[in-house]
């Protein structure tokens, strides 16, 4: 059976529709959908499709939802009609029990996609926040590091700014300074301590 033969029929009995007329038992009606007959699929709509609003009404709320959750339960009551087996009860307490199932289904996953749609909005309101602010924190940071070393000998500064910001090794910075390579190592070492020391006080 299509879809919109399903929706058809789903339109014809929504709430307040359908002719109250009595007719074979849902039962029957359900044996003869699992033979694929259609007139008995929107006979069985017709009988229960009240019902199955109305309990899905009471889970779901929202009308529009209620109704296409209606039409779900009935597309599936047609694919699993071959399948049903009458030890399992009765045909209107199987669709029942399908109905409140599929209504707790949705609204599990409205519930779930706001959950989702709330992060993704505090993720993308905090983002720029915390760019911002990373930003920031890194400005100052060079800023402190520049203070710093100011505070520095001539040759204290020159070895560290070569070696740590144009990456230039201990020996790299001696021959570029003419300097033996311990001096440079031991200015080095003291120009550290003083910067440490100033980056400490001034954070």
């Known amino acids: 059976m299509e879809a919109d033969q399903i929706q058809a029929a789903a339109l014809r009995a929504l709430p307040g529709t359908g002719d109250g007329v009595c007719g074979p038992t849902p ?62 009860g009765s045909v209107t307490g199987w669709v029942s029990t399908m109905a409140h199932r599929r209504a707790v289904d949705r609204v599990r996953s409205v519930e779930a996609q706001r959950a989702r749609d709330v992060r993704v909005a505090a993720r993308s309101t905090a983002r720029p926040h915390d760019q911002v602010a990373e930003q920031v924190e890194t400005r100052l940071e060079h800023e402190r590091i520049r203070g710093c070393l100011g505070d520095l000998t001539a040759t204290q500064r020159e070895s560290i700014t070569l070696a740590y910001y144009s ?10 300074l003419e300097l033996p390579v311990g001096t440079v190592k031991t200015r080095m070492r003291d120009g550290l301590s003083r910067l440490s020391d100033c980056m400490g006080g001034r954070s």
């Open 27 to 88: 039962e029957t009606l359900l044996a003869r959908t699992g033979r694929g007959d259609t007139d008995a699929f929107g006979a069985l709509y017709d009988q229960l499709a009240a019902r199955v609003y109305g309990l899905v009404r009471r889970v779901v709320r929202d009308p529009a939802q209620a109704e296409e959750v209606t039409q779900e339960v009935f597309v599936g009551v047609w694919q699993e009609a071959p399948r049903f087996d009458p030890a399992r």
């Open 167 to 176: 990456g230039y090794t201990y020996r790299e910075v001696a021959e570029l």
